[in-house]
């Protein structure tokens, strides 16, 4: 396989932020903040600056180590070196058990129906036939990495720049909209941007939950920091290539936003149960196109994330397998092997659940534990840096304490709160507190495979 070069890793980071998020969350936001334009951009902006604030930290951990395959691995590891390797037991487990790409899947079955079918966002629609999709599309991904690994980092390049280009597409139509240029009614969403819906300002328990949404819509900038062994000058990636990709993705998620705003009424948006970026070209389009394009365009958007997803997470359980990490560690250290390894467990995750709560279940389980990892990473930079075990006028980054500050209180808030019952806790099919207890409960099998290693010669 050749080495990825800087397009590449700006595709493994944005094809892992784009997925179907920025199509459909903006509207479950809204609603959360009660219609407040200025509240809604607002919590936008705070995720934004959070995520800066992590990737600030990564980049201290990344440029000041051996660059190395296997990203948290090795930041907890010089975080927690005693006792030796139980951390890289306990980052593990959660990686290889709950880093699945079933989320993305699901959601591509579920929209390439759509695209067949006719149907529309809401109406029932075959569960089983979305799964069978969803295990055609992760076995098509680690089919490409496995036997035509170039071709699969083209196909995901190609992602990558299709992404930006349709949010290109829906910035420059809004823009349009404003001048006059497309003939689509105004709206007065910019009239009073801290006008609440109904003068009824939302409860602290919705706002908390409208950030946390911001903040999971921006998860994947991370990505890079996975594979520095196989980028081929990995020191320009990290202090250009990856803060440029975030940055760009960023300012394009707000001013997408701003589209939205300009082209859709506030009372559709927190009226409607349609994908927001189906009621946004159902204005400037009509129906008739935007019920065939819009599916097909998300698909697309969630194969890229299966693809880069799938690879950056294979190429961390081979970097585990080196280490002795995993059980039966000697067949995992082949990368088609831990190719398989993936799309195992991404199966067995689509497949299993019978609920129809499931894709908001399994992308709250991915998403969960790399908040407490993310704790236990900036909290042990703050004690590291407390003993002054090494100097700050060495390192070739040091994030200001601010911004290690920052980001340790918002995974905090991001760790805890999903324990907190939700209003309607009563009428879910899974539990509420199920995704956060399986989360948190993975990292334990770690430490039981860490102390059963010595007594245990199987792997």
């Known amino acids: 396989k050749e080495k990825l070069g800087t397009l590449s890793c700006i595709s ?15 509207s479950i936001i809204f609603k959360y903040t009660n219609g407040n334009v200025g509240l809604f951009l607002s919590l936008f902006l705070v995720g934004g600056i959070i995520i800066f604030c992590g990737l600030l930290i990564y980049l201290e951990f990344a440029l000041n180590l051996p660059f190395k395959n296997g990203g948290e691995k090795n930041y907890l590891l010089r975080v927690f070196d005693r006792p030796k390797g139980l951390m890289g037991c306990v980052y593990s487990f959660s990686i290889v058990l709950l880093g699945f790409s079933s989320g993305n899947s699901y959601s591509f079955g579920k929209y390439i129906l759509y695209a067949i079918t006719d149907h529309q966002e809401g109406d029932s629609t075959d569960d089983a036939m979305v799964k069978v999709i969803g295990v055609v599309c992760i076995s098509f991904c680690i089919f490409l990495h496995t036997k035509y690994p170039n071709q699969g980092t ?11 280009l349709i949010l290109v597409l829906i910035i420059v139509l809004g823009l349009f909209v404003s001048l006059n240029i ?56 990290l202090t250009i290539a990856a803060p440029a990709a975030v940055l760009l993705t960023t300012v394009l998620y707000f001013m997408v936003l701003i589209a939205y705003l300009i082209v859709i009424p506030k009372d559709e948006l927190l009226s409607s149960g349609v994908l927001v970026a189906g009621i946004y070209f159902n204005k400037i389009f009509g129906e008739s196109v935007t019920s065939r394009l819009l599916p097909i365009i998300i698909s697309l958007s969630n194969l890229g994330n299966v693809l880069v997803v799938s690879y950056a997470h294979s190429v961390v359980n081979q970097e585990l397998a080196y280490n002795n990490y995993l059980p039966f560690s000697r067949y995992f250290q082949n990368l088609n092997h831990s ?8 199966v067995v995750i689509l497949v299993a659940p019978p609920s ?4 908001e279940f399994i992308v709250n389980l991915y998403i969960y534990p790399g908040t407490w990892i993310n704790v236990a990473l900036t909290a042990g930079l703050i004690y590291l840096n407390s003993l002054s075990l090494s100097s700050s ?11 290690v500050i920052i980001f340790l209180l918002a995974n905090i808030f991001l760790a805890v709160f999903p324990f907190v019952p939700p209003p309607n806790a009563a009428d879910m099919d899974i539990p509420f507190w199920c995704f956060p207890v399986i989360g948190s409960g993975v990292f334990f099998l770690g430490v039981i495979f860490y102390y059963a290693r010595p007594w245990v010669r199987l792997w």
Request: overall charge negative; some cysteine; glycine content about 4%.
């Open 393 to 403: 006028a060495n390192k070739i980054v040091s994030a200001p304490m601010v911004c």
């Open 339 to 346: 190719l398989l390894l993936h799309w195992f467990i991404t």
């Open 12 to 26: 493994l980071i944005v094809n892992k932020i784009i997925g179907t998020g920025i199509f459909s969350n903006p």
């Open 154 to 164: 083209k196909l995901f390049n190609f992602l990558g720049v299709f992404k930006i």
């Open 356 to 359: 129809t709560e499931i894709y």
């Open 182 to 237: 497309i003939d689509v009614p105004a709206t007065d969403n910019f009239s009073n941007v801290w006008k609440f819906h109904n003068d009824q300002k939302p409860n602290l328990y919705n706002v908390s939950v409208a950030l946390l949404e911001v903040i999971y819509s921006f998860k994947g900038w991370e990505n890079v920091n996975y594979v520095l062994n196989e980028i081929d000058d990995p020191y320009h990636v």
